[in-house]
């Protein structure tokens, strides 16, 4: 359901103007008369004509078909999480419990490590892959194959599906376990019937279950600093790859790979090695709350850390757009150029300012090397550089009058103009320290924030009675999915919006955000996510408090009164005590 939007509707009307087969012509083949139209899309109209508007407004039934698949997809998802989960707690030792679930998590964290490296690959391949794009995947509007992974992926979860259908409802070992929990709920009854103890499940049990749920301090400051944790760390999740372009000009492809095997190869490494420490040496609750403490202050020390990595680059290269309110004011260059739906189309001027399009930077020619390299000249919106100036960028070839009427494409008896010039594709930005910086202070706070998985997942699970486990999950689940993951992403995205410099401009609305305040954004984002985590800190601080009788381990005490019990009943109820071990 989720690749259906992509087969019913097809790649879209820009990806497929970008191929061959649908007439896009590329650059070394392409004609006179042909340059000429491409050239009057992109170049500044001094005419009084312009570029017709983008008359789609986009179309809701592929949106709503990608709702519906996602809600399915997170309907499946949180089985595991909740049933899942307490199936394998139940059907394994509490000193084993910490490492089983550190290996659970490391699997897991397998999922997200392969699903960026594959989603690296396909937004490498070209949306349409039968088509002959006439652009590479460096370019801005490239579009990758985001739906073939589903593909892929979705023959994978189903043949695992296949498996977990073999599993039996309890272990061989837990139903010996189970028995004798029995015989000693027995005995400490005076030999009354644990059938006649044990409640049966209906609605109002649940309802009564959930009210304990809401009174039990414990579960509700654990819950409460989850949601804050979970609210201030999922912009590192949804939008990770997208802040990372934005921030330190990484493409979308590298983003991906980046934060799916760097980072998580941290994590992973974390989660291995905090279940062995805590198999090992079972320490008590309240050292257990007290790491995730340290957990919640590394990693808001690390996101107000992110908060001043950044790029000095991105603050002095401005895209300049004619028609944006908050940049009108210095654009009375391009006025009479008419640059209004003139596509995104980025242009480094020798000013070292990027431009939206050779429009907006008011060039009104176009020249192309043999090589296929574009440059445009005669530009009103950028100053001739100085011999000075073109020293210090060297990346930038300066056009001259010979190059142009020694072009190949016969045009003679041109002059350079009076504007300044400019090449194709934003000024390049040197940005590899504090990116490496950035990964640096990512890969320390998955490490951290990945040993507290299991302590925190302990706690949960022994604040309440073995049977209420499964439905203190689903709580939980229920409980973060309402009050963050639901309006966490609408919350980040808002705050990517109010950042938006630059929106692309349709018939009758705005469209695209062409290029954000990479300053603004990089402060408010980390700041408002430290402040959420500093919240779950004092949330945890509440856990600490209130763990101090919890038990999480089984003391030695109750292990030899279980044998003991079992050796009485073996011979009347035929149980073997090497079974039950």
């Not at 296929?372 to 100053?383: F, H, N, T």
């Amino acid at each position: 359901m989720t690749v259906a939007p992509h087969f019913i509707y097809g790649p879209g009307d820009d990806a497929l103007s970008l191929t061959k087969e649908y007439g896009a012509i590329s650059d070394t083949d392409i004609s006179m008369q042909d340059l000429e139209e491409q050239r009057q899309k992109i170049l500044c109209r001094d005419d009084g004509t312009g570029v017709e508007c983008e008359k789609s407004e986009g179309s809701l039934p592929p949106q709503v078909l990608l709702f519906v698949a996602q809600f399915i997809a997170g309907v499946g998802g949180s089985l595991y999480y909740t049933l899942g989960v307490s199936y394998m707690d139940d059907n394994t030792e509490k000193s084993k419990a910490p490492a089983m679930l550190s290996i659970s998590y490391f699997f897991g964290l397998l999922g997200p490590s392969l699903g960026y490296t594959l989603a690296s690959i396909c937004l490498r391949i070209y949306i349409a892959p039968l088509l002959t794009p006439i652009i590479n995947n460096r370019d801005s509007r490239w579009l990758g194959a985001w739906w073939m992974g589903w593909i892929i992926m979705a023959c994978v979860i189903f043949c695992c599906s296949l498996l977990i259908f073999l599993f039996p409802k309890e272990l061989p070992m837990t139903a010996a376990r189970r028995k004798i929990q029995d015989l000693r709920a027995k005995e400490e009854n005076m030999g009354k019937s644990v059938e006649h103890l044990e409640e049966k499940t209906s609605f109002s049990d649940m309802l009564r279950t959930f009210k304990l749920f809401l009174r039990n301090k414990i579960v509700l400051y654990n819950s409460s600093s989850n949601v804050f944790y979970f609210f201030g760390y999922v912009p590192y999740w949804i939008f990770a790859a997208k802040y990372i372009e934005i921030q330190y000009r990484q493409s979308a492809a590298t983003s991906s790979i980046v934060t799916g095997t760097v980072a998580l190869a941290f994590s992973a490494i974390a989660i291995l090695l905090s279940g062995a420490i805590i198999s090992k040496y079972k320490p008590r609750a309240r050292y257990l709350a007290a790491w995730n403490i340290l957990v919640d202050i590394v990693t808001m020390s690390g996101m107000i850390a992110y908060a001043f990595i950044g790029c000095t680059g991105n603050d002095t290269t401005l895209i300049s757009n004619s028609y944006d309110s908050v940049l009108s004011t210095s654009m009375s260059c391009n006025s009479i150029c008419h640059c209004d739906y003139v596509r995104y189309m980025p242009v480094c001027g020798e000013d070292q300012i990027t431009y939206i399009s050779p429009c907006h930077a008011g060039c009104k020619r176009e020249h192309m090397d043999a090589s296929g390299l574009k440059s445009y000249y005669d530009c009103s919106c950028i100053a001739s550089a100085s011999n000075e100036t073109l020293t210090k960028n060297q990346l930038f070839n300066r056009l001259t009058a010979m190059d142009i009427n020694d072009s190949g494409l016969n045009e003679t008896s041109l002059s350079l103009g009076t504007g300044g010039q400019a090449m194709s594709g934003a000024c390049p930005v040197k940005c590899s320290q504090q990116f490496i910086t950035f990964l640096a202070v990512m890969c320390i706070i998955k490490f951290f924030a990945a040993t507290g998985r299991a302590s925190n997942l302990l706690i949960t699970m022994r604040s309440v009675s073995p049977k209420d486990k499964s439905a203190l999950m689903g709580f939980g689940m229920m409980f973060i999915s309402l009050v963050c993951f639901v309006p966490a992403p609408i919350f980040y995205g808002w705050i990517f919006d109010k950042n938006c410099l630059v929106w692309g401009k349709t018939c009758s609305n705005k469209g695209n955000c062409w290029l954000y305040d990479a300053t603004g954004l990089r402060l408010t984002l980390n700041l408002v996510a430290a402040f959420f985590v500093g919240i779950s800190t004092f949330c945890n601080a509440g856990v600490w408090y209130h763990v101090k009788d919890l038990k999480v381990f089984d003391d030695e005490d109750d292990k030899v009164k279980e044998l003991q019990i079992l050796a009485r009943n073996k011979s009347q109820n035929g149980v073997d005590l090497k079974t039950a071990e």
